[in-house]
DNA sequence: ATAGGGTTAG
């Protein structure tokens, strides 16, 4: 149902009947009605209505403009068919006509029909501008519709050089995983700013190829451009995902230095960053000192409390964030759920899970699925855990059954292992990690002929066993090391300390 | 009217 503000009320009452009495607003009934301003008020399609009647009412001449921008407000407010219906009536639509149309489908998942449009804009021998490219990029929703305009636009177009297309172009490349496309783009770029590095190295970074991006950083810092709280953002997540924490400092020290803002997401960047490195306490110093302390800081608190396992200080963040009145969102409850699932708190973790929806209005995702199933299985509940799996609204997929199959290893449950394996050879045919488990449940159970039949699978679909490693950085220089690895110069104290390590645990 | 961001269960 239409649901309709006071200030709309107003505003409606203003386009349709201004009474004979009251004055009627100015921009109304000058001859150059200003609605542009009036757009930017309208929310509904009715008031959008309202304006469209004015505007044919206004000479033809002045029309067309007037109309151009009505179908940029509506499409910026996702009215596409009414959008279209006005562009499709204007007798001479203009390329920005056109351009704000194909926006308007780009950013509402209709891509297809963006394409269209440009098709039909071009057989109406209407020419593109520079505008038009990063709308259409943002149009396309595959690699080889975006590798279609680059190639035309490279061919035949006078926009091949602009710094706006070709940064969307790395955007777009990245976008769909294509790092090495977007990279010749950024090559080949005579001229880059802050925003071509940042989305080059966020495309590195989100292919995890963390090493690349921070030394793309580097590059980026000798070529004297500006670097901004978002390029930051996009290294520090770098970081923590190397457990880099020395180039962290260094960046933290930059928006010291530099006197960067840090914004809620800067700041939610290096409590991640902290806690992933290790230091939680400084984590916890950083969030202190955060003049702004949005959801996304809090939800970098609480995750990295609990992953360092203080599950109870978690929670208490999770009451504090709500006494300060900032509403969790579905991943603060992905972080609650982990905290509790961490330090092994299934009572409140099973109320928080069962309260998500009633209390915080939060619909169950699989993610929080996940961390529930988690939770039961570390808690050695498994059938309460294979309960919820099957039950599920949604499909369960490899990281459900695999949290499963890997709590099965502890006990040696071959019924629920073989439930869940049975599901994970067709989620992941090819993950080596669950055909390991299962083999060594086998083995546990002295079951030799089973562990010889999963072995000859592994080899009758050719999967490589991919070992596990581990990187950490001490003093600027990173360490890899792997299961059984004995390369790292100071092997022999490393293998000393990880047996003390392994006497404490047992005590 | 053009390009960009963080936290997320095995």
Redesign the pocket.
């Known amino acids: 149902m239409l649901k309709v503000s006071a200030s709309d009320r107003q505003l409606t009452t203003h386009l349709v009947a201004p009474s004979k009495d009251s004055k009627p607003p100015e921009n109304l009934t000058s001859n150059e009605p200003n609605h ?1 301003q009036i757009l930017k008020k309208c929310t509904h399609l009715i008031q959008f209505k309202q304006v469209h009647a004015h505007i044919i009412k206004t000479p033809l001449h002045q029309a067309d403009t007037h109309l151009s ?1 009505l179908i ?1 407000a509506l499409a910026g407010s996702a009215h596409l068919p009414y959008a279209r219906l006005v562009l499709d009536q204007i007798t001479e639509p ?3 006509a056109f ?2 149309m194909i ?1 308007g489908y780009g950013t509402n998942n209709l891509g297809d029909k963006g394409i269209d449009l440009y098709i039909q804009m071009r057989y109406q021998g209407l020419n593109p ?7 259409l ?2 149009a396309c929703n595959g690699l080889k519709q975006g590798k279609g305009i680059h190639s035309l636009v490279v061919k035949n177009e006078r926009f091949s050089s ?4 070709l ?2 172009l790395i ?1 777009f490349y ?2 769909f995983g294509d790092v090495e496309s977007a990279r010749l783009v950024f090559d080949r770029m005579p001229e880059k ?4 590095w ?2 080059i190295i ?1 495309g590195y ?2 292919q995890k190829r963390y090493k690349e991006g921070i030394e793309l950083f580097y590059q980026m810092k000798n070529s004297g451009v500006e670097i ?4 930051l ?2 290294v ?2 770098a970081c ?2 190397l457990g880099a924490l020395e180039i962290g400092k260094w960046v933290h020290e930059y928006t010291d230095r530099k006197k960067i803002f840090l ?4 700041g ?2 290096l409590i ?1 960053m902290y806690a ?1 490195c290790g230091h939680i306490d400084k984590a916890s110093q950083v969030f202190q000192t955060l003049p702004c302390k ?4 809090w ?2 608190m609480i ?1 990295g409390l609990a ?1 360092h396992g203080f599950g109870i200080e978690a929670i208490d963040r999770f009451m504090g964030m709500q006494g300060y009145g900032i509403k969790p ?4 409850l ?2 609650v ?2 905290a509790c ?2 330090s092994g708190l299934v009572v409140k973790g099973k109320e928080i899970f069962h309260s998500m929806r009633k209390d915080y209005e939060i619909e169950p ?7 529930f ?2 939770l039961l ?1 570390r808690a050695g509940l498994l059938n309460e855990a294979y309960e919820i799996i099957i039950n599920m609204p949604m499909e369960p ?7 499963l ?3 099965c290893t502890a006990t040696a449950n071959i019924e629920l292992a073989e439930a869940a394996m049975e599901q ?1 050879m067709v ?2 045919p090819f ?1 080596d ?2 055909y390991v488990l299962i083999s060594n449940i086998y083995a546990a159970k002295n079951r030799w002929d089973d562990v010889a039949r999963i072995r000859k699978v592994l080899k009758d679909k050719q999967i490589v066993r991919n070992p596990g490693h581990s990187l950490i950085e001490v003093d600027n220089i990173v360490h890899e090391f792997m299961a059984g690895d004995g390369r790292h110069p100071c092997s022999e104290e490393i293998y000393d300390m990880l047996e003390k390590i392994a006497i404490t645990l047992k005590e």
């Open positions: 542009l921008k940029q203009s390329t920005f351009n704000t926006k501008d520079n505008f038009t490219y990063p709308y990029l943002k602009g710094i706006y297309f940064t969307s955007t990245c976008s700013n802050v925003v071509t940042t989305g966020k970074v989100m901004n709280e978002l390029t953002v996009c520090l997540s923590a995902n914004n809620p997401k800067l939610a960047a991640d992933k949005g959801v996304y800081v939800n970098a995750g992953m969102d579905g991943i603060t992905i972080a759920l982990s699932s961490h995702t699989i993610k929080h699925y996940g961390c199933v988690d299985c997929n490899g990281v459900l059954w695999g949290t199959l890997n709590a994970l989620l992941e993950n990690g669950n």
